[in-house]
């Protein structure tokens, strides 16, 4: 499971507004939580890179993290508690799961990916994925708010008493 705060969910899905109908991209640092669960510190922002090649545009259906924001990054977090927990991307006008192309450029298996979906300039729908062990396909992962908690309950219905 990945944690966020409210404000860092709607920081993506602003982003994936801005974007459109181009995609939006960037790193989220973080550090886990006990085995299953990692807990998203901050989002970071980056330029897509991919919307800088073929001119007018770029590719709209792909998405590369500037490099610079990385290694920038990577340097600010070395030493210390946080590390890069996985990125985030939006998909213009398709749902919000893994593309056979997102696929092609996953390579660090340890990184969750978060992808927004927008539709005609809204997002609607954010997931969360990993690669699995063999590294041949996504799975989806819980992905909360750190406002999170759980539905209320009612106390289970007593049994109505034997009559003599």
């Known amino acids: 499971m990945i944690v966020l705060g409210p404000g ?12 459109y109908p181009g995609e939006c991209c960037g790193l989220l640092v973080g550090h886990p939580l006990g085995a299953d669960q990692i807990l998203v510190t901050r989002v970071v922002e980056s330029r897509n ?52 192309r997102d696929l092609d450029g996953a390579f660090e298996p340890e990184l969750v990916w978060l992808i927004t979906a927008v539709e005609s300039g809204q997002a609607v729908h954010t997931t ?23 539905y209320p309950a009612r106390e289970p219905p007593r049994p109505a008493a034997a009559n003599p």
């Open 8 to 19: 860092q969910l709607k920081q993506i899905a602003d982003a994936a507004e801005s974007a």
């Open 49 to 100: 890179v991919a919307a800088d090649v073929g001119g007018a545009g770029g590719d709209r259906d792909r998405f590369e993290v500037d490099p610079e924001v990385r290694l920038r990054l990577m340097r600010e977090i070395e030493g210390g508690e946080e590390r890069i927990v996985g990125l985030y991307h939006s998909h213009p006008d398709h749902p919000a799961q893994p593309s056979s």
């Open 128 to 150: 969360a994925h990993v690669l699995d062990e063999a590294g041949r396909q996504f799975r989806e992962i819980p992905l909360r708010t750190s406002d999170w908690k759980p």
